[in-house]
């Protein structure tokens, strides 16, 4: 690993741009990155990074192959600069004179600061010791409030940044709940990002319904609407529950129970019969039982919540789905026994299969962003199955746990989404807020939980129509953010609900937790039930009216184009049929007919649903219906990674890569995971509750498919640093992309500058046909920067069959 440049001379090299000068070469370091620290004279000097000494692979600005110089500049009397190169990005950092980092805000007298809002404080001054390019800096004396932060550079407020990463943005506010508590502010130089988190978390649980504890007495709600007759059983006494009073709620009981009750049994009575409590955070398995515990006050084992991943725009974002049993589950994973198929097992370091990474280290070469983690709240199946059958809202499911202490259950989640954080993944939690496991689960507290006609297919849909159903889902969602610290939430069947309610369930979220980024999304329509009140739920028609809260929905319209049925053996357009306008629409991101967010309402079911491209979530392959290789084989097509059937993998999942929105990959896809056992395609099509045999991850398939894992990690690089494959708006969409149809062939043209909005930058060429394409190219230099194979750097205008092509200008 080396560092050519055009220092090389001043530190011995016998030419500048060496690739195997030994004064150059880099050394890989315990955290798995690359450095070197060079003494340079002053001057303004630009470098790449060259893997195995030679030009055949290299990086430069962005993490990007084969990418622009990356220059800097050394101040008079020279200085030493250390440059870090992480292998899972390919970005290559330095510390050359870099500007002092400091946290400021109306809170910093309170830390030793002479004035508030000071550049100059050097009490607050961030550092970033290891290289990695985020700054971050801690303290327990910010008194509980809630305060205003910015981040200014070089001392000086003539750089700084506020909101949003905005320079001279508006102040981020945030909030620390108790004195004492652990506050973090870290800044990420290369988006400018600040994020503040309070590490104790919330020090009193969110004022709801449920069993709301504290050391000399828990308070106990529910609601029961058609039942006075509300009893609890606790530490072998019976209360009676009283109707109480509380702001923005009806129809609930309540009563205060004294003494310390920290994880005792509790159980609900509404009319004699023993009922659940749809707000416990602890459960005991497999009853009606709750547990009286503190959610809050639960810490990671680290002492607090580390930074979470920077997420400057929701369209930077690649998400890949997974299933806590499945993803770990087999021996191949590497993973410990004890945590195989668990919550802490998808986030072991260092495990392998015959030596290549799996598990969470695999995730980060991938280059994925999030993780969409199939249903992880308590479910009534018993595992293997996906969880899409709930019971308890907010309480992690036992069956992924090592343990059976209530702290330690919760602990050991936040110390998953801990643990993904600090490896730069996000987590985004699947939520089924559409159904229950059967009506019995709130059947017996009141029927008004459910809706009159079944909508989910399940036979007990839930109604959020009713005010306090939609409030219990609100509540739950806070809860996951608050006390779990999760980053978003994909919504299963999410056409069962109103789009109102999914409005103000993200307002409200984003409005509270400013500095979250939270994503939301889900599937725009119910189980195939006729609804009454249609054009009021979540539908493609209805996403414009939630654009202002970052909603969006799976684009099953450009799935389909591009796959054809979910479990039929007719590939569309991958297989060389099927309607190519249609993806071209779905390349620009499927945007709306008008900039405006009044729903669609003449056509519900409208392909043009997105009113920014962070709406729509692109893909052709999730947990249900046959996965991506296993329709390519049922459809046809044979040959393995190296054959036919690879090339159709590699052009489905290039398409979603290089298309406007937000990617979505599901588990495996990567190095061509199949279901189907011994020809069984049957099982393969609806796997939901079927053998680790069928739905196991086996790691050996990355090993044998290598190419393909290298495919996909090339084209989201690629993405990542391509910055005209994540346009972000409405308009940039109409303006800065043309696309053409030619025969089956789909081109982009793309700019990412607005001011010179047809000056396009990148083109992308997607061929289906198994012919060679030659492209027309606007005038200039270009670049062919991924072919079938992944990445390379060629001239040329011959775009391989079955395959996607990108070409750079410059």
């Not at 809050?296 to 920077?310: H, L, Y």
């Not at 199946?381 to 992690?396: E, H, I, K, Q, R």
């Not at 086996?698 to 290298?710: Q, S």
């Amino acid at each position: 690993m080396s560092l050519p440049g055009t220092f090389d001379t001043a530190i011995g090299c016998s030419a500048t741009w060496q690739t195997n000068c030994a004064q150059d070469q880099m050394t890989l370091a315990a955290d798995g990155r690359w450095k070197e620290s060079l003494s340079l004279p002053a001057g303004s000097y630009s470098y790449k990074v060259a893997i195995d000494d030679a030009w055949t692979v290299n990086y430069g600005a962005g993490g990007a192959p084969n990418g622009s110089n990356i220059n800097i500049t050394v101040p008079t009397g020279g200085e030493t600069v250390t440059f870090v190169y992480d292998p899972d990005t390919h970005v290559v950092t330095d510390n050359s004179a870099m500007p002092v980092v400091t946290a400021t805000g109306d809170w910093q007298t309170a830390v030793g600061c002479t004035t508030t809002w000071s550049a100059t404080c050097t009490t607050t001054t961030m550092t970033d010791p290891n290289g990695t390019g985020v700054s971050t800096w801690s303290t327990t004396a910010i008194p509980a409030g809630t305060w205003n932060t910015k981040v200014t550079l070089g001392q000086s407020w003539t750089t700084n940044y506020g909101a949003g990463a905005a320079a001279n943005g508006a102040n981020i506010p945030f909030t620390v709940p108790a004195s004492g508590d652990t506050t973090t502010f870290s800044y990420n130089a290369s988006t400018h990002l600040l994020t503040v988190v309070s590490n104790a978390g919330a020090a009193t649980p969110l004022n709801t319904l449920g069993a709301l504890y504290t050391p000399t007495a828990t308070t106990f709600r529910i609601w029961s609407p058609d039942s006075s007759n509300v009893t609890l059983g606790v530490g072998g006494t019976s209360y009676t529950l009283s109707p109480t009073t509380l702001p923005g709620y009806s129809g609930v009981y309540q009563t205060v129970v004294a003494g310390n009750l920290l994880d005792q049994d509790y159980q609900f009575y509404v009319g004699g019969a023993a009922v659940p409590d749809p707000y416990a955070q602890m459960v005991v398995p497999g009853t009606t039982e709750g547990v009286v515990v503190d959610t809050a006050a639960v810490t990671p084992t680290d002492g607090g919540w580390d930074p979470r991943p920077a997420l400057v725009n929701r369209t930077d974002a690649v998400v890949y789905e997974l299933s806590v049993h499945d993803y770990t589950v087999d021996p191949s994973s590497g993973v410990d026994a004890a945590k195989r198929g668990k919550f802490l097992g998808l986030v072991e370091n260092g495990t392998t299969d015959d030596g290549v990474s799996t598990g969470i280290d695999h995730l980060k070469q991938l280059g994925v962003t999030a993780v969409q983690i199939m249903p992880a709240f308590d479910f009534g199946s018993t595992v293997p199955n996906w969880g899409y059958d709930p019971v308890d809202y907010n309480v992690p499911e036992e069956q992924y746990s090592q343990f059976t202490a209530p702290e330690d259950r919760i602990r050991e989640f936040k110390d998953m989404v801990n643990a993904f954080h600090r490896n730069g993944i996000r987590v985004i939690m699947d939520v089924v807020f559409n159904h229950t496991y059967t009506k019995s689960v709130f059947g017996n507290i009141t029927g008004k939980y459910y809706t009159a006609t079944d909508l989910s297919g399940t036979g007990d849909s839930i109604d959020d129509g009713n005010p306090m159903v939609s409030q219990m889902i609100q509540d739950s969602l806070e809860h996951w953010v608050r006390d779990y610290n999760v980053d978003g939430f994909r919504f299963d069947l999410a056409g069962v609900h109103y789009y109102n309610n999914a409005y103000t369930w993200a307002d409200y979220l984003e409005t509270t937790y400013p500095d979250r980024d939270l994503m939301f999304y889900g599937e725009p329509w119910n189980g195939g039930a006729s609804d009454p009140n249609e054009a009021q739920k979540v539908r493609y028609g209805t996403m414009p009216a939630l654009a202002p809260v970052h909603f969006g929905a799976f684009n099953g319209v450009y799935r389909d184009a591009i796959r054809g049925g979910t479990n039929d053996n007719v590939m569309a357009f991958m297989g060389g049929n099927g309607n190519p306008s249609a993806i071209a629409f779905g390349m620009t991101g499927s945007p709306t007919d008008a900039d405006s967010t009044a729903p669609v309402s003449s056509n519900l079911w409208t392909p043009a649903f997105a009113l920014s491209p962070e709406q729509t979530m692109n893909y052709v392959s999730i947990h249900d219906n046959l996965n991506l290789y296993d329709k390519i084989t049922y459809s046809g097509a044979t040959g393995g990674a190296t054959g036919t059937a690879g090339a159709i993998d590699r052009l489905a999942v290039g398409t979603i890569l290089t298309s406007q929105g937000i990617p979505v990959i599901a588990e495996g896809d990567e190095f061509l995971r199949s279901k189907v056992v011994n020809g069984d395609y049957t099982t393969a099509m609806n796997s939901y509750d079927a053998p680790d045999s069928v739905n196991a991850i086996h790691w050996g398939d990355l090993i044998t498919n290598a190419t393909i894992d290298t495919y996909y990690k090339d084209a989201i690089a690629l993405r990542k640093a391509t910055a005209s494959l994540r346009l972000t708006t409405w308009s940039a969409v109409k303006n800065q992309m043309t696309t053409q149809v030619n025969g089956s062939v789909v081109v982009a043209e793309i700019s990412s500058n607005p001011a010179a909005p047809t000056a396009y930058d990148t083109v992308v060429v997607v061929n289906p046909t198994t012919s060679a394409y030659n492209a027309t190219l606007p005038a200039g230099t270009w670049t062919k920067v991924l072919n079938a194979n992944g990445t390379t750097s060629a001239t040329g205008t011959s775009c391989d069959p079955q395959a996607v092509t990108v070409f750079t200008a410059g």
